[in-house]
């Protein structure tokens, strides 16, 4: 069975430091990787996704994300948080099996402090 | 207009009434979901469809039922709702999954239907 495991349940970070959302994962084969990002009263937004290829994938909002496949994550991380970024942010696996299943993790806020 | 439309947007409700929420889309996609939401918990899967005669339960399908009445529509039903059963509800569409499909499959999530059992 898939799954997610996002470690950390809420981050206080600066306004201007680096950042690093952690997400473990488990899939029984080549796994489809996601971020979504979800402002307060809002929708979910995808971030950015990895399904094949360059390991290292860019999104929007300056964000990237790493996917190692020996440790089975796909951290994602920005190099200057702005205080905007404040928000819940969800990895989630799944797509390349039948149904295209989607497993979120269990989402980590950002708190960002001016 | 939305790629996914969810009707409601908000919904208060009583204990033991049924309730309906509504999905639907104009991607075109097979493959339909429904989420609900909670805090500290992420979005946990309760129903997903290939097409109109192919339903599947998902993690925690207790309590819900669904109707695939199109490939654009998917709905979800609260046959007696209860208190636990507030949260926030959404409905996703996939082409995803495919035998052989390209790298271009993404997920489109509907706006979320926030419903409270009082």
């Known amino acids: 069975a898939q799954s997610v495991t996002q470690p950390d349940i809420h981050i206080t970070v600066s306004e201007g430091a680096s950042l690093e959302l952690r997400c473990n994962y488990s899939?029984?084969?080549?796994?489809?990787l996601f971020w979504y990002v979800q402002s307060p009263g809002q929708g979910l937004q995808l971030l950015l996704k990895?399904?094949?290829?360059?390991?290292l994938v860019q999104g929007i909002k300056g964000f990237e994300a790493e996917f190692k496949r020996s440790q089975s994550s796909f951290n994602l991380r920005k190099p200057s948080v702005h205080w905007s970024d404040a928000a819940e942010y969800f990895c989630?696996?799944?797509?390349?099996?039948?149904?295209?299943?989607?497993?979120f993790g269990q989402g980590t806020i950002l708190t960002v402090h001016p | 207009d939305a790629d996914v439309t969810q009707t409601p947007r908000n919904r208060i409700t009583k204990t033991g009434k049924r309730i309906m929420l509504e999905c639907s889309q104009t991607k075109g996609h097979d493959r339909m979901y429904w989420y609900r939401q909670d805090p500290g918990l992420g979005l946990r899967l309760i129903y997903y469809s290939f097409d109109v005669k192919d339903i599947n339960k998902g993690e925690i399908s207790d309590g819900y039922s669904v109707s695939r009445q199109a490939q654009a529509k998917f709905s979800l039903s609260l046959e007696s709702a209860i208190p636990n059963q507030t949260a926030l509800y959404f409905c996703?569409?996939?082409?995803?999954?495919?035998?052989?499909?390209?790298?271009?499959?993404?997920?489109?999530f509907g706006s979320g239907t926030r419903l409270t059992v009082v």
């Open positions: 989630a696996v799944g797509g390349g099996t039948s149904y295209g299943k989607l497993t």
């Open positions: 899939y029984g084969a080549t796994p489809y």
């Open positions: 996703a569409t996939s082409d995803c999954g495919r035998l052989g499909q390209g790298l271009g499959c993404g997920y489109t």
């Open positions: 990895y399904f094949s290829g360059d390991t």
